[in-house]
C-alpha cells in the first residue's frame, strides 16, 4: 500500500503538477496536425524524438509494428500524400524513413535504475476523417489549434491520450535512477477501426509486461475529477469489407444480361444472423454504394460491416455466419464476392487486481472526486488485444477512464476535450505506474476471464 | 376443301348426334369417379375397355408411358389405395394389373381400311384435389353424379375431355373400311402439373403423327357455340418442389444452434430473378409449410413453387435462376436442400395448316355460332409436349378451344360444363378428322416456332 | 432458522414420505388423462375433488380465472369435444359445469389453526400436443399409463407438478390445526404458450400472498436429489398470431391481380429487430402456411412469432418493431393483417430471501445431494406474472427447480420423470411451506429486480 | 407518291448533299461543346441563332418549356456554373438571358409560302455524363473535337441529330416560298432521364402539328446506309428518386436508438412486383447510396431507380406497386421517405402512314442499302411523349432509325458516329419533310395504338 505522504508519490504528484502546461502544448500541437490511421507519420516522429530526449530506447517502423499484420491499410498514393505532408511540416527525415508506407506507431522502453517488474502504457494516437468546426464557439477555433488537415480531426480525444503519455514519460524519466524495473510505453496508430494494435502484439510489443494501463479521456464519463478502474462488457469485434462484383446491363433492353450486384448487397440478410444464448452480439452494415446509373442494372456493391460478440465464440458465430451470408448472397445473384478483414479486437475484461491500483491511487490524487469501479462499456476498442496479450502470458491488465467534460459527444466537429482532465491524467498515471512498480502485483489470471 | 353435303360428313355429323347421348352418360361417370394424376386406375380401364370394344389395338402400362419419365408421382400407399379402389368399383382385373403403382393412361389405335395419313388426339383424363360442391344448385348433385370420391373432382373437364375422345372413337370406327389412314388416340393421365405427357412422348405415343389435335371444354371461351382454331403463348414451365431441412433448437435457450429452414425458404428471392428480353416470363411460390411449433426454430420448409417462360431459353432462364437462388438460400442458412421436377411442359405454338381445318369444319357444324382463329393463352398445359414431337418430326398440331358455359370458373367447386358442348365437340373431332384423314396436309414447318 | 430435528420438521418429512406413493398414483392417473390448455376440464375436476377431500376452499371456473383475460383459446368445438370427454371419462358433473368453455385451473385455500402469513404455491397442469412413444421402451406405455388422448402428452412434467401439488395439500392439511396462516394452491392451466398466468392473476389468485413459491422438474437439472434455489434471466414474451389475407390469382394468366400473402409474410423482416442494449432479446417465427396450389399467387398465410426480451423495455421494442413490421409487410403487398396476442408472460427474478429458505430446507432433506443457488434461464414461464403479481404488492417468490433424471428431454415423445424426484419434491414443498410459515419473510423489495 | 426525278426531291437531295460538309462542322462543334440536361445554354443558343438565320421564327426560354413542368432540374449552382461558361464560351447574352436557370430548349417555325399542312420535327440535344476517351484511336480526339468538358460527353449521337436539325432547317428554308404550309423543329433538352419532352408539350410545342418525325443515329443499326421507318415496344417509363431518412446511433452502444435507412432501402423488395399479364414490365434500382460509417446505424439512404411498362396500364400498375413498396419498407423501419419523380415517358408507336412516307424517300436516297418497316426497341425515349400529343390530337408520327457505324456502342467513351451517316441523314430528313408536306396525310388514328 502507497503510504499517504511517501516522498515519490509527492514527488510526482508535483512532478506531473509542473508537466500539465507541457501535457496541454503537446495535446494542441498533436490537435493541429491530426492524422488518420496509419498515416500517423509526423505525431510518431514527434512522439520518438521526444521520448528519446527523456531517454528511452525506442522502436519505430518495423521494429513497432509487423507490416503484413497491419489490416485497414490505406491505398499507397493516399499512404505518400500524407507522409509527403508530415515531410512538408518538419518531422524529422530520419523517423520518416523508417515509416514510409505507413509503418506508424512507436514503442519506447525505459530501463530503470533499480530491479523490479516491467509495466506498460498503452495510448492511440490515430484521429478521425471528420471536419473539425470552425466557429468562434469552438475553443480550438477560438484559441488557435483547430485542425490545419481540413476533413481530419482529433474528434475521439486520442491527441489527449497521446500527450498524457508523454506527460508520464517525462515524470518517470525524472526518477529513472530509483525507478524499479521498466517502463514500456505504447503509442498505437489506427485504434479506429480496430486496425493498429494486433500489428504491435505481432511485433512483441508487450510480450514482457506483467501489467498494462490503458486510458480514455472522457468516453463513459463527462465528469473532470471522476475516474472509473476498469471496464466490463468490451465486445470483440471483426471488421469487414465486401465487394460484390456483378456485370452491368442495360436494365431495359437486356436486364437479364445484367448480374445485379446490388440485389446481391440488399439480399445478405445479415441482420437474420440468430441471437446467441451465451450474451450480446451486434452486426451492422454501416456504408453500401452501390450502381453507376439508374437505367444500368449495378455491377458493383461495396459494403463496410461490423460484427462484434460478447465473447470471442459469441464473435466467431456471427463472423461465420455473416460469412456465409455474404458468400451465398453472391451466389444467388451469380456475383463475385471479395472479403477482407479491416479491423479486429478481441474482447477483454479489466483485472481486479490493477484497478485496486488505481482505486488506491485515486484518493492521492486531490482534484479525483468521484470514483467507480468500473462501468460497462458494449462497445470495442482494440487495446482489447494488447490487454489479452498480457493476460495470456500471466500479467494482468485494465483500462481505466479519465472523466472529462466535453464540449460535444466523441466523433462530433465540436468535440474538445478539459485541459483539467489533461492534468488528473498526468497524475493518476504517473502513480499508476508508482504503484505497480513498486509493489509488483502477484501474477495471476484474470478475475474475470475474457473468454 | 369439304365438300358442303359431303356423304361423309353428314354421316359423321348423324352418327356424332346419335353418340351424344353415350356421350353424356361416359362423362357423367367419370365425374362420379374422379381419380387424380396417376391414379386414374378405373379411368384407363374403363377407356381402354371400350376402345377395345370399339376396335381399337389399345396400349396401357409400360406400353403407354416410360415409368421412369413420370414426374410428380404420388407416394407408394396413395398410388396402392387408389388402385385397390378401383378394384373396388369394378374396375377389370387385367387392365389394372399392367398399370399397378401409377403406369395410367392409354394409347389406342384404329387402322383404316384406305390408305391416309395417321392421325392422332389427345384428350387428358385426371381430376384434382378439390371438394365438390353438393348442393342441390349443383346440378352434378342433383343429378347424381356428383363426385363419390371425397375431395376430389373433375372440375377442369376433363371428364369431358375422356368423353369426347370416346364418342370420337366410336364415330369413327363405325367408318372404319372406308377411314384413310390410322388415328391414334392418347388418353393423358396427369395433365394437371404438367406431369404425364412427356412420358408419353417418350413412350413413342405421336411419333408417327402427322397431325395432332388437341382440346379444351370451356378455357377463354365460356359460350357454347364458340370454337376458337388454335391457341399461341403457351407458356414453357417447370414445376418444382423443393425442401430446406435445417436443425430445430429451443428458439430462446438455444438459438444459435437451430438452423433455420423457414429463414432459408423466405429469403429465397425467387420473384427478384430479372425479367427476360425476349418475353414472358412467371415465378409463383404457391405454398409454403414451415416448422412445428411456435417456440422451435423451424427445422424443415417445404415449398411448391413453378416457373414459366414463353419461349424455352426464358424458361431455361428462369429455372437456371430459381435454382441457384434455392441453392444459395440453403446455403445462406446452413441448410440441405432437396429439389425435385414435379412437372414440366414446353412451349408450344397451334400450326395454321391445322387451324384453318378447324376454321373449315366449323362452318359446318349448325351449332357453331362464333369461331375465332386464335387466342393468347399465357399459361400452359402439357398437350405442348406432345404437340413439340408431332412438329420436330415434320408434323402439325393444333390445341382448339371447344367454347361451354360453365356453373362456375374451372378449378372451382361448382364448375359444370354444359352437354351441348359435348355435342358440339363431337361432332367438331369427327369433321376435323376426316379433313386430315381425306385431305393430308403438306408436311410442314411449324407457322410460328415455338423458339 | 430450522433447528435440526424440529418436531414438525420431523413430521413432515414423515407425512411426505408416506404420501409419495399417492403422488405418484396422482401423476400416473393425470399422465394418462393428458389434457391441452384450456381444457384440463378432468385434471381440474379432479384437483378440486381431492382439495375439498382435504378441507381446502376451492375455487373453479370464473372465480379462478377471469374469461375475457384467457388467451390463446382454442376454437369452441374443440372445448365442447374436450369438455364432453371429460364428461365421459367420469369427471363430476357439477364441476364440469362451472369450466365448460375453457374455465379451466383451481385455486384452493386452507386457512390454518394459528396466526401467520399467507403462503402461495403455484403448478401448471396442461400437457403438449404430442404422440407420446409407445414402445416397450418407454416405461409408461410398459407400465400402462401411456397418454390414453393420441397426439396429446404430458411431456413436460406438468403431471407431476399437479401431483405435488396434491402431495402438499395432503401434507399441510394433516396439520392444518396447527398451522400458522393461509396455504394458497395455485394450479394452472395453461402454461405452455403464456396463456394460462394472466387470467388468474386477474382472478386475483395471489393477492394476498406474503411469498409465492414455484417449482419445475427436470428443466436445466436433470440429476434427481438436486436442487436449486431459483432462476434468474426469465425473458418476458408475448406470443402472436399474425394471419395475412390477401388474394388469389392465377399465377400464370393473371399474376397482376393477386395480392401475395406468402410474399407478404416472407417480407417481414422480423429477424432484422436491432439488438438492444439492456438485454438480450429473441424472436422466433415457428410456422408458417401459405397457399393452396401451385399455381394459384398465395392468398392467405399464418405465421405463428413469438418476441422475448430480457426485462419489459426490451420485450416492448421488440413487439412494437415486430408489429410494425408485420404491419408494413402487409401494406407492402396490399394484404390484409390480423394479429392477436395467443400468448403472454413478463420477466420476473426470485428473490434471495425465497431463496434462503430453499437452500435452508434443502439441508433436511436427506435425498437432497447437491444444491446451487440459482441457475440462468433464458426462456420464459408464465409463473412470471403470478411472481411479478407478489413481488409489485411486496411480498417474495421464488421459482426452484427439484431435480430428475428424464428418460428423454422435455417435449419428446419418450420423456418420463423419476419417481424419486416426485418423493423429494414433496418433501421440499412441504419444508419450505413450514419455513414461510412458521418464520415469516420480511416484507422486502425483490433481490435482483426485474424491471 | 413522289414522282422519280421530281425537281424538288431532286433539288432536295442536291441541297442536302451540299449541306452535308456543314452538318459534319456544326456537329463537331456541338461535340466539342456538349451540356448536360437542362443546361444545353451555349448549344441552344447555337441552334436558335442559326434558325434565326434561316428565317425561322424562334421560341427560347419560357416560350420553348413550361418550367414548372421541367423534371430532374439539376441544383441552381450547378445551373448557374454551366450557364456562366456558356457565357465564356461565347453565347449570345441576349438568347441566354431567356434560358437562366436551366429553360433550354428551342422551337422554330418556318411559314411556307404555300398553303399545307404543319409538319413537325424533333431533335433532342443534351450530352451525357461521361468522360471521353482522349487516345489517338478515338477520331474526335485525333480530330481535335474531343469534348472541352470534362466529364461530360456528346456518347449517344445528340450533337448529331442537333446538326441534322440544323441541316433540315437550311436545306428547307431555301425552298421557304414554294413550300406547302409550316415547318415546326423541336430541339429538346434533357431527353436522357425522359426529362425534357414533357415541358414542351405542355409548351405546346407539336400541337397544330398533323405529322411528328422523330429520328435516332445509330441505336438497333449499325450499319451506315441502313434505314428503318419506324419503332415498337417503346415502353412507357417514369423515374424516381426515393430517399429514407432514419437515425444515426452508435451500431454497438445503442442499437436500438437507430432508425436504419439503409435495411429500409434493401427491404424494397421492388423486384418482386408481380409481372404483368398485359405486357413487359422493368424495374430497375440502378443507384443507391446509404450510410457514413461502418460503426453507424446508417440514418440515411439514396436510391434511384426506373420503372417501366409495355402500356400506360402497365407502367401505372409497376408505379403504384413501387409506390407503396417504398412506402411500406420506410413504415418498417421507422422511416421518413421522400419520393420524386425525375422523368417520364409514355409508350408510343410509330404510325403506318409515316413509316410508308420513309420507305417511299428511303428508295430516292441512293446511299440507303437496306429499308426495315420496323424495330422493336424494348426502351423508352420521351420523344414519346411529343409523339403520344401529336396522335391524340389526330395526327401521326413516327420514329425511324438512321443507321450509322459506330466507334462504339453508345454511351461509351469511344462512341463516334459515321460523318455518312450524318448525310444520310439530311436527305432523308429532307425528302420526308417534302413528302408529307407536299402529299398530306389523311388524319387518322394510330395504325397500332399505344395504350
Known amino acids: 500500500m502507497i503510504a499517504d505522504g511517501s516522498p515519490i508519490t509527492e514527488r510526482l504528484l508535483e512532478q506531473a503538477a509542473a508537466l500539465t502546461p507541457r501535457v496541454v502544448e503537446w495535446r494542441r500541437d498533436l490537435h493541429r496536425h491530426p492524422e488518420l490511421g496509419w498515416t500517423e507519420f509526423r505525431t510518431s516522429a514527434l512522439i520518438a524524438d521526444e521520448l528519446e530526449r527523456f531517454g528511452f530506447a525506442v522502436r519505430v517502423g518495423r521494429e513497432a509494428v509487423v507490416p503484413e499484420a497491419r489490416l485497414g491499410l490505406p491505398a499507397a498514393d493516399v499512404l505518400e500524400a500524407a507522409w509527403r505532408r508530415a515531410q512538408d511540416e518538419g518531422a524529422s527525415a530520419a523517423r520518416l524513413e523508417a515509416m514510409r508506407g505507413g509503418l506508424t506507431g512507436v514503442v519506447a522502453r525505459l530501463e530503470g535504475g533499480a530491479p523490479g517488474p516491467t509495466i506498460g502504457f498503452r495510448f492511440d494516437i490515430d484521429a478521425l476523417p471528420i471536419l473539425e468546426a470552425s466557429d468562434e464557439g469552438h475553443r480550438p477555433a477560438r484559441d488557435g489549434f483547430v485542425s ?22 517525462a515524470a518517470i524519466a525524472a526518477l529513472r535512477e530509483r525507478w524499479p524495473g521498466a517502463l514500456v510505453l505504447v503509442f498505437q496508430p489506427s485504434e479506429e477501426g480496430g486496425r493498429g494494435a494486433l500489428p504491435m502484439v505481432e511485433a512483441g510489443a508487450v510480450d514482457d509486461c506483467e501489467a498494462l494501463v490503458c486510458c480514455h479521456l472522457g468516453a463513459q464519463s463527462r465528469i473532470t475529477g471522476h475516474v472509473v478502474g476498469g471496464v466490463s462488457g468490451f465486445l470483440a469485434t471483426t471488421k469487414i469489407d465486401a465487394v460484390f462484383k456483378g456485370a452491368e446491363s442495360h436494365a431495359a433492353l437486356e436486364p437479364e444480361v ?14 437474420a444472423i440468430a441471437r446467441h444464448s451465451e450474451g450480446s452480439s451486434r452486426i451492422n452494415v454501416g456504408v453500401l454504394e452501390a450502381g453507376t446509373g439508374r437505367n444500368v442494372t449495378p455491377g458493383t456493391a461495396r459494403m463496410q460491416l461490423e460484427v462484434r460478440g460478447e465473447n470471442d465464440r459469441v464473435l466467431a458465430f456471427v463472423e461465420r455466419r455473416a460469412r456465409a451470408i455474404l458468400e451465398a448472397a453472391a451466389a444467388m445473384h451469380e456475383l463475385q464476392l471479395q472479403v477482407e478483414v479491416a479491423g479486429r479486437a478481441p474482447s477483454a475484461a479489466s483485472d481486479t487486481a490493477v484497478i485496486e491500483r488505481v482505486r488506491e491511487v485515486a484518493r492521492h490524487v486531490p482534484e479525483v472526486v468521484r470514483y467507480d469501479h468500473t462501468v460497462m462499456v ?38 474538445d476535450i478539459d485541459d483539467r482532465a489533461l492534468g488528473i491524467g498526468v497524475k493518476m498515471l504517473a502513480l499508476i505506474a508508482w504503484s505497480l512498480a513498486s509493489r509488483p502485483l502477484r501474477r495471476a489470471r ?5 473468454d
Do not use: W
Open 148 to 169: 490545419a488537415h481540413p476533413g481530419v480531426m482529433h474528434a475521439c480525444g486520442h491527441d489527449g491520450h497521446a500527450a498524457l503519455g508523454l506527460g508520464l514519460a
Open 446 to 450: 484474470p478475475a474475470e476471464a475474457a
Open 258 to 271: 445484367g448480374r445485379n450486384a446490388l440485389l446481391g448487397a440488399a439480399t445478405a440478410a445479415l441482420h
Open 378 to 415: 458494449k462497445a470495442s476498442d482494440d487495446a482489447a488485444a494488447l490487454m489479452q496479450r498480457v493476460q495470456q502470458r500471466g500479467g494482468s491488465a485494465t483500462y481505466f477512464i479519465i472523466g472529462s467534460e466535453l464540449a460535444a459527444g466523441h466523433h462530433m466537429p465540436h468535440f
